[in-house]
């Protein structure tokens, strides 16, 4: 039950970028090609790797003020794409979707905003729509894809490729999964109590 997946492709998308450079050192060592947006793609750079803008995929800028950069299908086709399925396959060419094996996230930081006092356009601003999104995509399809969901997570890959490599078997990418959905329904809680309480 090993099914074993190589990254070749990582989308990198985070809000803290503190521990980040180690293992995108690993990433670049291994051969694995970095797809990003604004700050993170600009720090990416500053180590000296290469790094694709997701625009130049998706052919459309960062739009409103931010709040769409990541939201197309040629991202969400290369997370959700099933591999061994040929009618996916074929759409993923026809439609020039690239495959993306690996996706690193690190939500906005909502509660921090919340308990900081900030005001109510603040804290809305904080709610975090491509990255949720992605994580979801990515832990959807885990079977192909390995996700990682937040900064807490950057140690648990290194781990795995300092030891096979960026190669992962299906018991990493579910148990990623699982950790991604955590995130997910915390980070909703979360959002949920503060409208409840406001």
């Known amino acids: 039950m090993a099914e074993k997946k190589q990254i070749k492709t990582a989308l990198v998308s985070v809000f803290h970028k503190d521990g980040l450079d180690e293992l ?15 700050g993170t793609q600009k720090f990416i750079e500053s180590l000296g790797y290469e790094c694709q ?25 290369g997370i959700l794409g099933r591999r061994d399925n040929e009618g996916d396959q074929e759409q993923m060419k026809q439609y020039e979707i690239p495959e993306i094996d690996l996706v690193i996230v690190d939500l906005y930081p909502f509660e921090d905003t919340v308990a900081s006092g900030a005001s109510e356009a603040d804290i809305i ?25 937040s900064k807490a997570e950057y140690g648990v890959l290194l781990n795995i490729l300092n ?17 991604a959905f955590g995130v ?15």
């Open 53 to 77: 803008k997701v625009e130049d995929v998706t052919t459309y800028p960062s739009i409103l003020g931010g709040r769409v950069k990541t939201l197309h299908p040629k991202v969400f086709g």
């Open 163 to 179: 030891e096979k490599g960026a190669a992962t078997d299906i018991e990493d990418r579910k148990m990623f999964a699982e950790r």
């Open 24 to 38: 995108l050192k690993k990433l670049n060592d291994e051969g694995v090609k970095f797809l990003s947006t604004g």
């Open 184 to 198: 997910s329904s915390h980070y909703d809680t979360a959002i949920h109590e503060w409208f409840l309480g406001n």
């Open 125 to 149: 601003e904080k709610i975090d729509i491509g990255g949720i999104s992605l994580i979801r995509a990515g832990a959807k399809n885990f079977k192909d894809v390995v996700i990682v969901p």
